[in-house]
């Protein structure tokens, strides 16, 4: 009897554990971009925050346009900071206060008008990381991923999105991690409470008992967070509310980027685009740096940010299977319907993101086609800097408000309506043919077809007899 229930269990949780994969596969493309962050500078920084800044300035450092050319300075301001990070001006000014004390960051106004840029002392970072790992101090390669891996440690995907749901940076990053070992937790079939020790967390993350106990009030608070007594001896595990997540994932407003009309950039990067010298470093191509162990919701690079990012850089429209929008689709391509329509989304589109637009689709009734054509089009102009998901539900906020005016999406639909003219004209020409053709290998047509042939050799028989009648007179 004790294996049975035993057995009972396992089956229990593995059930369990499948019923759970459905909201995950919803939540990751709403999560939008991540950001990699570096425990290892935690403890040289004594700060999460610094350390998160610190992550970022790396990133920018080594990817950030024109680099090399203006000394490894790049400038960003306090919005877009806070847009990346999701660290208020305070907080930021608190981790550069750390990072100069260090002697890590450099901030000097540059241009006209003066605008704040930043430089890592690469060296002095170089220097310092080697130190704290018993390393040789050593000229620091900072193209060389290996060495980079070796000298920051494992990474952790930390979600900006989660940042104004969970209350914090603190609760965000809390929240990142727990997402990362609950996917783990389903992919194995387990159930989803994870060990939710201070030990635990302080390892992992750097937070101190006293950031993680805020941290845990704000994500209790938010209604996405529980915690229990399990096992003997009995030890804190936590679980977080899926359903809860996605729910507010799905009703946040959109961001200020998503929603802009016509396609503009914002305001914010067009003046950093501007700025000389040119070391401005838009979120444009999230990367994450490579470890030997990275997280497993790492994926490839992507120009939008999702749980598994993939870049299918076609500029067409398609439904559930891909479809050229200039060519003649399959006989079957399956297509979703949503309240008795049709929808067709942008081939971008994974299937994960295609099942979470769904979700945010469901109340716009007979407006969907028109957002998601809209979206197309913003597409295939290079507007959307996030994933079309995010990007979807900035449209679908305007669609509520009244302001959502179609710019691209008619010329979307208009092409695809000729499309589908051309193809069913040219499935008529090849049924037409393909009768012809079936007619031609009648018996009776063939026969009728060497009595033509017949005749007219007659004919020319005829016609020769003639003219050679002709030539002898």
Known sequence: MADDARRGRVDSQSASAVLDTAPLSLIWPLLGRHIAFHRRLVDLTASVKAALLLSQSIYWTRHGRDIAETGGWFHKTTEQWAMETGLSAKEQASAREVLRSLALLEDQRMG?????????????????????IAGQPQAVDWNDRLVLAELLGPSVAFHRTLVDIAGGVNAGLMLSRALHLTRLQVRRRLDQWIVSSAARWFEELGLTRREQETARR?????????????????????????DCLLALLTDEAALAGDAEPRGVKPDRDVDAAKAPPKSDSRLWHPRSL????????????????????????????????????????????????VDGGELIFPEQMLPDERQAARALLRPCGDRAQSLLDELTGRLQMGGVRSSPVAYLRGLIARADAGSFVPELGPRVAAARARSQQDAAQRREREAEERRLAAERATPEYQAKARAQREKVRQMLGELKVRMNTGRTT
């Open 112 to 132: 006209i008008p003066a605008r704040l840029h930043f430089r890592l002392r690469l060296d002095e970072l170089g220097a310092q990381l080697a130190d704290r």
């Open 218 to 242: 704000d994500l209790v608070r938010a209604g996405l967070w529980e915690e229990c007594l399990r096992g003997i001896p009995p030890s804190l595990v936590a679980r977080i509310r899926l």
């Open 290 to 337: 490579a470890t030997p162990n990275p997280p497993q919701q790492f994926g490839p690079t992507r120009e939008h940010g999702s749980s598994q990012s993939a870049a299918l850089l076609m500029n067409h429209s398609t439904g559930e299977a891909l479809q050229p929008q200039n060519a003649d689709p399959p006989a079957n391509s399956p297509v979703t319907v």
